[in-house]
């Protein structure tokens, strides 16, 4: 084959697995949408599904208002940051802008348009990231580690060796691993190939000595700091140390690179500020981040998870002439910090080993690889037996979506109330009722919950126990008003989710107002 003819080769087979790849990870979400019906219609989530109605909440609130992130899921005022979660701003944004409009509709097909483009470059930026230090089949064979191998946490889930609420790691911490980034949020999955690209971006500054690549990295990290603040950290962390290493190699101070690194590490500061003053003097914002911690599982977890991997990856360093060109030893210098960024003194030291699976596999290919065998059957084998984890998670995603549950499936009626409130209630009601209820009343509806979010509602074990109080059955009447005057309660949702908490029907309640009922849901309004 002559060589004009191998780009164009290996670009099909990119592209081909790129495609099977977001296939099998929008496999739940594409069987839901058949299975959706207009009596039991698809809410458009099976993974993280009560981030995913908060981001559409958020679509909607950028939409209809402001730049800046705030909480829909809590009752107090407060003011917001302008770089949280910015994608979502810019989606909803761009939403009214194309619309004209904002439905539901509109707002899940913005949000999972945007997760599929994004997770093509994901794929995309991987393959050119691997290709930079790796040739020909051995390319492949790294890419596939990349995006679907994943550990031995599911052989440990089904031996029982996890504790209850303990799941394995590649099934509950999407920044782990690869594809489960792929069926996850949008800004988790933009963050790998901004990240991955700022990277590179350095890397080819430092080896042509030219401004436009380090000017570009620049230009992603600014871009990675709006839409993924936590990475702009690994980035920061790789590259000093990387010239660091590199310095101490040459025994002397690269004060050209250090020159191209820095504008990448500099101009995303004033957002990392902004967010950090935001986080730590706003009250509600402050109470937010204390109750949003997402620290590390102890050690053995992550051996469980990369375990596969790292076992080849450790073989592989006996080729250091290997690991010494072409600039590769930047790749175990990026492995060397994991486990420091893994463990920081940082609350979201658990996002700071995003990204690492891909070193990591690069490395593996090379211990598994045998230049002078060209089959290569061990290293085959040694993928496939990576995969059963990855199945594991589309199967079992799968298998939920088609068991229909009502967490993930919204009936006529309930869609009905929630249109009702979308049409009724402005910005400063505030809604009781149940968690679950609650979580997806502002995708819906400019008012705010009372109750509907784990981290984004604040105080949100009190809040819960006043919930549940108010349906209880034996609570007395005063301190059911007490609940609605402390949070300022102005309606009340009852449905089954608020049956479920103790069976008090708000209708027994002088001074309650019914203003909707049909099917299972009544609202009522606050008249005192």
């Known amino acids: 084959m002559s060589a004009s003819r191998r780009p164009a080769r290996q670009w099909r087979w990119v592209w081909g697995w790129s495609l099977v790849a ?32 908060s981001y559409l909440a958020k679509m909607r609130h950028a939409a209809l208002d402001g730049w800046q992130f705030s909480l829909p899921y809590t009752h107090e005022p407060h003011t917001g940051a302008f770089n949280t979660l910015f994608l979502y701003s810019l989606l909803g944004k761009g939403l009214v802008l194309v619309t004209g409009k904002v439905q539901v509709e509109g707002l899940l097909a913005a949000y999972h348009g945007a997760r599929v483009l994004a997770g093509l470059a994901l794929l995309l930026m991987v393959d050119r990231f691997i290709a930079h230090f790796v040739p020909g089949a051995m390319r492949r064979l790294a890419f596939l580690l990349a995006v679907f191998a994943s550990g031995l946490g ?29 069926t996850g949020p949008p800004h988790i999955i933009l963050s790998v190939p901004l990240l991955l690209g700022a990277i590179l971006a350095i890397l080819r500054a430092w080896e042509t000595q030219r401004w436009g690549a380090a000017m570009l990295a620049a230009v992603l990290t600014v871009t990675l700091a709006l839409v993924r603040p936590t990475h702009g950290i690994i980035f920061g962390a790789v590259m000093t140390a990387a010239w660091c290493v590199e310095a101490w190699q040459r025994r002397r101070i690269l004060w050209l690179r250090a020159g191209q690194l820095l504008p990448a590490l500099l101009l995303p500061l004033p957002l990392f500020f902004h967010l950090y003053w935001t986080l730590s003097h706003e009250p509600v914002m402050r109470q937010w981040t204390a109750q949003n911690p997402f620290s590390s599982p102890p050690p053995w977890h992550y051996l469980a998870g990369y375990g596969l991997l790292l076992l080849p990856a450790l073989w592989s360093l006996r080729r ?23 463990y920081a003194p940082f609350q979201a030291q658990r996002r700071l080993v995003a990204g690492a699976q891909v070193p990591l596999a690069l490395a593996a290919a090379r211990g598994l690889w045998r230049d ?77 919950v009372l109750l509907g979010h784990p981290i984004e509602t604040i105080q949100v074990a009190q809040k819960e126990a006043a919930v549940k109080a108010f349906f209880d059955l034996v609570t007395p009447e005063e301190t059911r008003r007490e609940i609605l005057r402390r949070y300022g309660v102005t309606l009340i949702v009852y449905g089954p989710q608020e049956r479920a908490l103790g069976g008090f029907d708000p209708a027994h309640l002088p001074g309650l107002e019914e203003v909707y009922a049909a099917g299972r849901y009544q609202l009522f309004r606050v008249k005192e």
């Open 154 to 182: 599911w052989l440990l889930a089904l031996l029982g060796r996890f504790e209850v609420g303990n799941v394995p790691l590649e099934f509950w911490a999407p920044d782990a691993f690869l594809f489960p980034i792929l």
């Open 320 to 342: 250091r002439e290997w690991w010494q060109l072409d600039q590769r030893w930047l790749l175990l210098v990026w492995l060397a910090l994991v486990p420091f960024l893994a």
């Open 22 to 53: 977001l296939f099998l990870a929008n496999l739940p979400y594409l069987v839901g949408w058949v299975l959706s019906t207009p009596d039991s219609r698809f809410g458009g989530f099976y993974f993280l599904v009560v981030d995913g109605h």
């Open 372 to 448: 002078e065998k060209r089959r290569n059957w061990l290293a085959w084998t040694w993928l496939g037996l990576t995969l059963p984890g990855t199945l594991f998670f589309v199967l079992g995603g799968t298998a939920m979506v088609a068991a229909r549950p009502p967490l993930l499936f919204h009936a006529t009626d309930e869609i009905a109330a929630l249109e009702w409130l979308s049409h009724h209630t402005t910005a400063d009601d505030i809604i009781l009722g149940a968690m679950e209820t609650g979580n997806v009343i502002p995708v819906y509806a400019d008012a705010r």
